[in-house]
């Protein structure tokens, strides 16, 4: 079975520091990882995700996160936040085939101080 | 090419009444979801289908069904709505070819039961 579990329900970081936010999985076998941010009253959209090949995955917005799978994480991280970037941000891990799901985390809501 | 698609937007039912949400997707997709967001929970699956023809209950699917009318099309009902059903339903389609696989959401509708 796979699970993902994400510490920190919240996070919150001045505008221009680094932004991380933490992402563990378990997979019986190399997952597919995915990060989704959701804004306000909005649908959850794809910031970036794992299926092979490099370890180290860029997305939209000047994020990106790195597979690591001794320690079973995928971190997402932003070198400078910026205002624009508070929403909520999705940690998923799956499928495992065609005929399956993906699993969601519960889910990291990101505040940006001034 | 619209995506994933959603009617209504917003739905205010009581107690006891029934309605179906629709979603559409376009993308030509194999599988497709209806999910619930609720505060603090992040998205919960409620069915899935992955394929035209066949569906599968996910972690909360008490009180609902569902119909895969055709490819495009995943209708979520509620036979006899309660209180504990507000919330937010996200559709999803995704598409799982070796080792490419993306997931795309709907807007959401968001339901309350009075």
């Known amino acids: 079975a796979q699970s993902v579990t994400q510490l920190g329900s919240h996070v919150s970081v001045s505008e221009g520091a680094l932004v991380l936010l933490r992402c563990n999985y378990s997979?019986?076998?190399?997952?597919?990882l995915f990060w989704y941010v959701q804004y306000p009253n909005q649908g959850l959209q794809l910031l970036l995700k794992?299926?092979?090949?490099?370890?180290l995955v860029k997305g939209i917005n000047g994020f990106e996160a790195e597979f690591k799978k001794s320690e079973t994480s995928f971190h997402l991280t932003k070198p400078s936040a910026h205002m624009s970037d508070a929403a909520e941000y999705f940690c998923a891990v799956g499928p495992l085939s065609s005929a399956s799901k993906i699993i969601f985390g519960s889910g990291t809501r990101l505040s940006i101080r001034p | 090419n619209a995506g994933v698609t959603q009617t209504p937007k917003f739905q205010v039912l009581k107690t006891g009444q029934s309605m179906t949400l629709q979603c559409a997707q376009d993308?030509?997709?194999?599988?497709m979801y209806w999910y619930r967001q609720d505060p603090g929970m992040g998205l919960r699956l409620i069915y899935y289908s992955a394929s035209e023809g066949t569906t599968d209950k996910g972690e909360v699917p008490n009180g609902y069904n569902v119909s895969r009318l055709n490819k495009r099309e995943f209708s979520l009902r509620l036979e006899s709505a309660a209180p504990s059903q507000t919330s937010v339903y996200f559709c999803a389609s995704s598409e799982y070819r070796g080792n490419s696989y993306e997931q795309y959401f709907g807007p959401g509708t968001r339901l309350t039961v009075t």
């Open positions: 794992y299926t092979t090949g490099a370890t």
């Open positions: 993308m030509n997709h194999n599988s």
């Open positions: 997979s019986s076998v190399p997952p597919y």
